[in-house]
Structures are given as C-alpha cells and as structure tokens.
C-alpha cells in the first residue's frame, strides 16, 4: 500500500528566510500525483502545490516550489521569503487512483 | 471563485444520535469525497462517490456512515449513531472529471458528547 511519510513534526523559519519541509512516499506506480496542502489554524485544507510524476521539471508556484526526485521518491516543499501567514500545519499528500493518502504533517511556525 | 461550501461548521452532537453533514461541491465538479481528521492527527480518506454510487471507501467507513446526493447540487454524509471517537473534523471534496486535485471544504467540526 501506498504511504507517505513526514519525518518533521514542527519546523521554524524566520520571516524573510527559507525553509524546506521533506516528504517521502512509497509506490509501486511510475504515473502519480503529488500534493501539498496548508492547513492555518482556521482547518481549511488549502491546495499549495503539485506535481504529476512523469514530469521532470519540479512545480512552482510564486514562493513556492518542489524538489522531486522520483527515485527516491521525496517531494520536498521550499518556501522562500516566509511570511508569518505562512505559520500553519503542512501535508504532503499522495493521490492513489482516486483519493489522496495524507503525511501526517509538518506545523511551520514563523518568527519575526 | 467557486467553492465547495460545508454546512454546519460546528456540530454538537449527544451520543448515539444521528447526524447529517451537508455539502455543496462545485457546480460543475462530479467527483465527491468525504476525509476526516481527528484532532491533532493526520487527515484520512472516508469514501468517494462518483455517477450516484460510492467509487471507493476506506475501513472507517462502516455501516453507521452513508452518503447521498439527495439532489443536483447538495452532497450529505450521515452517521446513523454518533460515538464519541467520531468527533473530528469533516472535510467534503469535490473534483473536476479529468482533474487532478480535489478542492476541499472549509470543514465541519464535530464534537459528540
């Protein structure tokens, strides 16, 4: 079965600088997607980035970005220039056919 | 920009009584789901439901959860007899066909007591 894992329960980064939050997954699959969502202390699960497998260029969006390496199955999430709206509880989340299978989260704090 | 819509936000619930949580997926979206999160713990998938019959569901979803498109627009998840471990967070998603992420709901709280 397919599981993601994250090794980083809390993390921190000051405001302005850059943090990378890891992920690794395990499959049998060679086409998949791969997802982070944030989740702010209001709890709505909020779609960040993704990335579909067979492409070799790693997703960006705005200050965010990720570093897929498909052999080693790890989808680390970068966040540059953080922001104190960024403070929330990260997933990583795999999608296995039609419904996604969540890391059990990494809670970014953010210092001033 | 549209939305799935999740009503109520917060439910109080005794135990053993049934409860009913509501949801408007995107208009055009035709791939509905229902996950939850326990507080503190990692979000779990609870079941899929595609073309009025449930595509898959997960261990959780047992015979006290049934779910239902009543309607062209609403998509429900009903737990027949609350127990104390089903207060959680319920998150609704709903997906375009052919898309590749699911939108979520802001999520309904669910406290039994």
């Known amino acids: 079965a397919q599981t993601v894992t994250q090794s980083q329960p809390e993390m921190s980064v000051q405001e302005a600088e850059t943090v990378t939050l890891s992920c690794t997954y395990d499959t049998s699959e060679s086409d998949y997607y791969l997802f982070w969502y944030k989740q702010p202390p209001s709890r709505q699960m909020i779609l960040v980035i993704r990335q579909e497998a067979y492409k070799q260029q790693n997703a960006t969006e705005n200050r965010f970005s990720v570093n897929f390496q498909k052999a080693a199955k790890s989808f680390s999430l970068k966040i540059s220039d953080s922001q104190l709206g960024d403070a929330a509880m990260y997933f990583c989340?795999?999608?296995?056919?039609?419904?996604?299978?969540f890391g059990t989260g990494t809670r970014l704090q953010v210092f001033p | 920009e549209p939305e799935v819509t999740q009503t109520p936000s917060h439910q109080v619930t005794q135990m053993g009584q049934e409860v009913i949580l509501r949801c408007v997926p995107i208009?055009?979206?035709?791939?509905f789901y229902w996950y939850r999160q326990i507080l503190g713990q990692k979000v779990e998938f609870l079941v899929s439901f595609y073309n009025n019959e449930i595509s898959e569901k997960s261990e959780i979803f047992d015979d006290q959860f049934s779910v239902e498109r009543p309607d062209g627009s609403n998509f429900t998840l009903k737990i027949r007899s609350t127990k104390l471990e089903d207060s959680a967070m319920y998150f609704c998603?709903?997906?375009?066909?052919?898309?590749?992420?699911?939108?979520f709901g802001q999520g309904t709280r669910l406290t039994v007591v």
């Open positions: 989340a795999y999608r296995d056919f039609d419904k996604l299978i």
């Open positions: 208009s055009n979206h035709l791939y």
């Open positions: 998603a709903s997906r375009l066909p052919g898309g590749t992420e699911a939108f």
